[in-house]
């Protein structure tokens, strides 16, 4: 099973468009010590030649173009993508799809509720219905990934309620919890029907139950949530009234960090991915770039490729 990290940015990516602070002016002069990021993304493949996006970010076009094991191979028009499953209904994980829209048969897959929302907003009938079908899939229970056409992917998915909350742009202030349903965010657990390999993709993720935590344990590869370093980062920053948790993602550091939380879970390979532009851990340099390194997480990287 392959896995391409088609982009490691959070929302906005790195450099964010409109940001000027210390980390973007460094990316955007092209220092090495501050790589770009494009936004939050995956690709999976169980034979290297049918691929699976694990969301589709605005990025889309860019992170094809820079990854040739996505592009069009045959005469005409094309694509080795099959299709998409989504996380939740956030720009940085839905905005992709619209870019998908020149007449190519996929699969779309999503919990009721993001289906729900992909039908709400007519942006996304630019998606031609008889050749993309969006499909509801089940929590808590494998099921396989089929193409358009039902052919299998050779891939098995489970998706699972991850803590977290709705989408920014479908939040109602006058709700508990802003809105916010079990299936507004979830992880993934993506297994290789051929060799039993399989890896968590956990982008957004505000805690860690213990439901969650014994889930995780012993995994062979976790890519997970790594917005911000501290929960306060952007409040002190000066660029949010919000914290991290606020937002819907766990902090690295602190006694309710992930590097705390998954580190006594014998996780074999975790890797920090969905980073936002005001975290220390994109300067390569930063004592906290060392401190998770250190910690035995890698962060992610655009089209970093890990084999299962």
């Known amino acids: 099973m392959k896995i391409i990290v088609l982009g490691a940015g959070g929302g906005g990516g790195f450099p964010q468009w409109n940001c000027n602070c210390p980390y973007c002016r460094k990316a955007r002069a092209g220092d090495p010590d501050a790589p770009s990021l494009t936004q939050s993304s995956l690709a999976v493949s169980a034979d290297g030649e049918r691929w699976v996006l694990l969301n589709a970010s605005p990025d889309l076009r860019r992170q094809i173009e820079l990854n040739s094991?996505?592009?069009?191979?045959?005469?005409?028009?094309?694509?080795?993508?099959?299709?998409?499953?989504?996380?939740n209904a956030d720009v940085d994980h839905t905005a992709g799809l619209l870019t998908m829209r020149e007449m190519q048969p996929l699969a779309v897959y999503g919990t009721g509720r993001v289906i729900e929302v992909l039908a709400a907003n007519a942006m996304f009938n630019v998606l031609d219905r008889k050749l993309v079908e969006r499909r509801t899939m089940p929590l808590d229970k494998p099921f396989p990934l089929l193409d358009r056409y039902g052919t299998s992917l050779g891939l098995f998915v489970e998706a699972f309620a991850v803590p977290g909350k709705v989408a920014l742009w479908l939040e109602r202030p006058e709700e508990a919890n802003f809105g916010s349903v079990a299936e507004d965010t979830v992880g993934l657990k993506v297994t290789c029907e051929a060799t039993g390999a399989s890896?968590?993709?956990?982008p957004g993720c505000a805690s860690m139950p213990d439901e969650l935590a014994a889930r995780l344990s012993g995994a062979e590869l976790v890519l997970f949530d790594g917005t911000t370093f501290t929960d306060d980062e952007m409040l002190v920053a000066g660029f949010s009234n919000k914290?991290?948790?606020?937002?819907?993602?766990?902090?690295?550091?602190?006694?309710?960090?992930?590097?705390?939380?998954?580190?006594?879970?014998?996780?074999?390979r975790r890797v920090y991915v969905h980073i936002n532009n005001t975290n220390p851990v994109l300067l390569r340099s930063s004592a906290e770039r060392r401190l998770v390194e250190a910690s035995g997480w890698e962060v992610g990287y655009d089209t970093m490729e890990i084999v299962l």
């Open 199 to 202: 890896f968590f993709y956990i």
């Open 69 to 87: 094991a996505l592009h069009p191979v045959r005469d005409g028009r094309s694509s080795p993508i099959a299709g998409a499953v989504l996380c």
């Open 243 to 268: 914290t991290a948790s606020r937002m819907g993602h766990m902090s690295m550091a602190g006694a309710e960090g992930s590097l705390a939380a998954l580190g006594r879970l014998g996780i074999r």
